[in-house]
């Protein structure tokens, strides 16, 4: 009766630790899949474009803060903002 116990304790244990890594060998393959995929594909596909998601130049003045444009608007463009 003993052994039975020690024997489904390490079985325990064992399908524990294999769960556990292969755990983290799909979710490694998954989570690089999906980084190229998303992250990948939308580098490629802003850099064909031209879209620049960071404003990395310099302004006259050698600073990289922007002016605010604290000018009164329409009341149409704060209803449609992006």
Same mark, same amino acid.
């Given at each position: 009766m003993r052994e039975l116990k020690r024997f489904f304790i390490g079985f325990k244990k064992g399908m524990g630790n294999f769960g556990y890594n292969i755990a983290l060998i799909i979710n490694t393959i998954l989570l690089t899949f999906v980084y190229l995929i998303g !992250? &990948?594909?939308?580098?490629?596909?802003?850099?064909? !474009? &031209?879209k620049h998601f960071l404003e990395m130049k310099l302004s006259k003045k050698g600073t990289y803060?922007?002016?605010?444009?604290?000018?009164?608007?329409p009341i149409e463009e704060y209803y449609r903002q992006f």
């Open positions: !992250v &990948g594909l939308t580098s490629i596909f802003a850099k064909i !474009v &031209g803060w922007s002016d605010l444009n604290l000018k009164k608007k």
